[in-house]
């Protein structure tokens, strides 16, 4: 026996007991056997992070067992606890990661443990099991439909009802499932010819709804009462469903009731332009069953208002667009933007959904050519007027504003000096730390930036997975290393044309052109705008040499004038030892290509001849193009100013050459034995003088 909290908690009898000061309103409340072995559990690991993989492992061994059977037992244990999810005392979720037991666990005293021992449990009361048996798997059985039954409508019916069969499980009493109460879609004013087909509808969002493992689904008997239905069920919800014609359109209405506090959950009226139940059936109801989902599972709805919507539809597109986003070629980026666009339309107040776009567009905007990347921008600054309707004092103005900068390319500079204001004021967002690692990264302080970047809570201007964090730092990695990364990530985004850029140029630097060739191909197979797989290709062709006689086919006059591949025909150039003639078309540079200056200059270096980047003129270049000592030197400032808040000092390679006033071409995380190695590698370009 255990004092949680407040709680007396007998783990054998699976009951939890708690008095007040004066001991007139004690309460003693039951749980079922596994939501007391879950509770066990969660004491046994106090404070720590409990994963929903580990809590259905220990006690959901069937393999067919969902997260639901995990946050359903959760839900019933702070509903015994009188917890609130949002404010949690007892069990605190973290989403996508589990749950924390933070109450104070401490043993009963012996006479307390004496006094509850004595008590004799009442009828009906759980006997906690000294041994778990195998969980059987609950099957419901819907029975068939029932049809219609408006009598103007259609010529009566002979309806039968098959009892839903349901196989007995362990705790089949206890853990209850939550039952639905469908109500027959009613058809105003149909034709009689698509009665069939509404009863084919409900027939269908039935069994969609079936597949839930929280619900039983029952369907109510048309000539019984709604009120007698719900009664007569003991029924948690109720779903009401009505299809009717106004015009030449089709409206469908759902309301879904909590039957007990009589509250409305969720409501949602669609339209169809043509009088057709068909296209309900193929686009309507799967996005109603899943909102559905959302709103009868307490985590998903707590996380859906987490992120700040509770549109379940809104939320829906919310999701989508992200896992798109996540893919990285342009298709994919197309995708997240409408259903970013989607979600906004659904919620105007959906404020992680106009970020959410905004960074898509900034994603895309990173590999796209200068047209492409100017209508990014204007669809960003549009984005932001939206937002300024409906929320003008909101934060997320100001990062729509940045990213906007971002994507056209303006003004590092005031961009550094913002980010190192909000440190310093103690204001900064989470994911201004992982912005101003990158500025560090393309500086070459890749000692300061991972420094940055483990105070970093997020890399974007809203939450995203800690992969992507992890990808950040994946960045100051040597070739070598980055290489086998770079190739393991594409398991998980096999078309990023970013992950895969870097996967190319990495194993071509060590001369595995095979899998360089392989990787190209599917970069150009995806990258719809061409200008990353050509520099994927330029490095490739530097490797197996065939820029020398210029007869591949980057020398051709289209590749050499258009200019939106300036930046690559300045490395192609510098590869082949041609200062003057790479120095050119960097000068030409538009100010978005320029940002590439800031982003990937740093990773192409160990690439380039040791003569271009031992040549005066390259950092007098730099200089000029503002990606050089002068950009390095304000980040070293801003590193010491920021010292005293963040922890983090200058790297003394870094303070070397700030003291010296010298541009530091070398990155100061890697060792000489990783240097040696990489100037081995360099192509040597004597020959071409």
């Known amino acids: 026996m255990m004092r949680i909290g407040q709680w007396q908690v007998c783990p054998d009898r699976c009951s939890m007991h708690r008095d007040t000061p004066d001991g007139s309103d004690a309460e003693t409340v039951k749980v079922t056997p596994r939501a007391m072995d879950v509770l066990v559990y969660l004491t046994e690991h106090p404070h720590e992070v409990v994963s929903t993989k580990q809590l259905l492992d220990t006690f959901w061994p069937a393999p067919t067992t969902t997260d639901h059977a995990v946050h359903k037992v959760i839900a019933s244990l702070r509903s015994a606890l009188g917890d609130d999810p949002h404010e949690p005392t007892y069990i605190k979720t973290l989403p996508r990661r589990g749950y924390m037991l933070i109450a104070t666990v401490a043993p009963l005293e012996e006479e307390t443990q004496a006094g509850i021992q004595d008590e004799v449990p009442g009828e009906g009361e759980w006997q906690r099991p000294k041994f778990?048996?195998?969980?059987?798997?609950?099957?419901?059985?819907?029975?068939?439909?029932?049809?219609?039954?408006?009598?103007?409508?259609?010529?009566?019916?002979?309806?039968?009802?098959?009892t839903p069969l349901i196989v007995e499980a362990e705790e089949a009493v206890s853990e209850r499932q939550r039952i639905l109460v469908l109500r027959p879609l009613l058809s105003q004013a149909a034709p009689l010819t698509q009665q069939e087909q509404v009863n084919g509808l409900l027939d269908s969002l039935a069994a969609r709804l079936a597949q839930m493992p929280e619900l039983d689904v029952l369907l109510s008997d048309p000539g019984v009462s709604a009120r007698q239905s719900v009664e007569d069920s003991d029924a948690t919800y109720s779903l009401e469903s009505v299809i009717y014609h106004t015009g030449d359109k089709l409206r469908l209405t759902v309301n879904l009731?909590?039957?007990?506090?009589?509250?409305?959950?969720?409501?949602?009226?669609?339209?169809?332009?043509?009088?057709?139940?068909?296209?309900?059936?193929?686009?309507?109801?799967?996005?109603?069953?899943?909102?559905?989902?959302i709103h009868l599972d307490e985590e998903r709805l707590a996380e859906m208002r987490a992120w700040g919507t509770h549109n379940a539809q809104a939320y829906q597109h919310f999701q989508r667009a992200g896992f798109f986003r996540r893919q990285g070629n342009h298709a994919?980026?197309?995708?997240?933007?409408?259903?970013?666009?989607?979600?906004?339309?659904?919620?105007?107040?959906?404020?992680?959904?106009?970020?959410?776009?905004?960074?898509?567009?900034?994603?895309?905007?990173?590999?796209?050519?200068?047209?492409?990347?100017?209508?990014?921008?204007?669809?960003?600054?549009?984005?932001?007027?939206?937002?300024?309707?409906?929320?003008?004092?909101?934060?997320?103005?100001?990062?729509?504003?940045?990213?906007?900068?971002?994507?056209?390319?303006?003004?590092?500079a005031w961009q550094e000096r913002k980010y190192r204001e909000q440190i310093l004021a103690g204001t900064a967002p989470g994911y201004v730390y992982s912005r101003y690692a990158l500025f560090l990264i393309g500086a070459r302080m890749y000692h300061e930036a991972n420094a940055f970047l483990q105070l970093a809570q997020t890399t974007e201007s809203h939450r995203i997975t800690p992969n992507e964090a992890w990808n950040f730092r994946t960045q100051t990695l040597p070739p070598e290393e980055l290489a086998d990364v770079k190739v393991s990530q594409l398991i998980e985004?096999?078309?990023?044309?970013?992950?895969?850029?870097?996967?190319?140029?990495?194993?071509?630097?060590?001369?595995?052109?095979?899998?360089?060739?392989?990787?190209?191909?599917?970069?150009?197979?995806?990258?719809?705008?061409?200008?990353?797989?050509?520099?994927?290709?330029?490095?490739?062709a530097a490797r197996e040499d065939k820029l020398r006689h210029r007869e591949c086919w980057l020398f051709s006059r289209e590749n050499l004038q258009d200019p939106d591949?300036?930046?690559?025909?300045?490395?192609?150039?510098?590869?082949?030892?041609?200062?003057?003639?790479?120095?050119?078309?960097?000068?030409?540079?538009?100010?978005?290509?320029?940002?590439?200056?800031?982003?990937?200059?740093?990773?192409?270096?160990?690439?380039?001849?040791?003569?271009?980047?031992?040549?005066?003129?390259?950092?007098?270049?730099?200089?000029?193009?503002?990606?050089g000592r002068d950009w390095q030197k304000q980040l070293m400032e801003?590193?010491?100013?920021?010292?005293?808040?963040?922890?983090?000092?200058?790297?003394?390679?870094?303070?070397?050459?700030?003291?010296?006033?010298?541009?530091?071409l070398r990155n100061n995380l890697w060792d000489d034995a990783i240097w040696q190695k990489l100037e081995t590698a360099r192509p040597d370009v004597s020959s071409n003088r």
């Open 132 to 162: 778990r048996l195998p969980q059987a798997i609950a099957l419901l059985v819907v029975a068939s439909m029932l049809m219609l039954a408006a009598a103007f409508l259609l010529p009566e019916r002979h309806s039968s009802v098959t």
């Open 257 to 293: 009731t909590d039957v007990a506090s009589g509250h409305h959950l969720y409501a949602r009226q669609f339209v169809l332009e043509e009088s057709a139940l068909a296209p309900i059936e193929q686009q309507i109801i799967p996005s109603l069953v899943e909102s559905l989902r």
């Open 332 to 412: 994919d980026w197309q995708q997240a933007l409408q259903h970013y666009e989607k979600a906004i339309e659904l919620d105007p107040d959906f404020i992680n959904a106009y970020l959410g776009k905004a960074t898509a567009a900034n994603n895309m905007a990173v590999y796209s050519r200068n047209a492409q990347v100017e209508e990014l921008s204007r669809e960003v600054l549009a984005l932001s007027r939206r937002l300024a309707m409906v929320a003008p004092e909101s934060e997320a103005l100001d990062t729509l504003n940045s990213i906007r900068m971002r994507i056209e390319g303006r003004n590092e």
């Open 493 to 540: 985004r096999p078309v990023h044309i970013g992950i895969l850029g870097t996967a190319i140029s990495s194993l071509a630097f060590h001369g595995d052109m095979n899998k360089a060739r392989y990787f190209l191909e599917r970069q150009t197979e995806h990258d719809a705008e061409g200008v990353r797989a050509h520099l994927s290709a330029t490095l490739v």
């Open 565 to 627: 591949l300036a930046f690559n025909n300045g490395i192609l150039h510098f590869l082949l030892g041609e200062f003057e003639q790479g120095a050119e078309y960097w000068r030409n540079l538009t100010r978005i290509d320029k940002r590439k200056l800031f982003t990937r200059l740093h990773a192409i270096e160990p690439h380039l001849p040791l003569a271009i980047l031992e040549d005066p003129r390259y950092a007098e270049l730099l200089e000029e193009l503002k990606v």
């Open 638 to 664: 801003g590193v010491m100013a920021m010292t005293e808040y963040t922890g983090i000092d200058l790297h003394p390679l870094s303070r070397e050459h700030y003291n010296e006033d010298r541009l530091m």
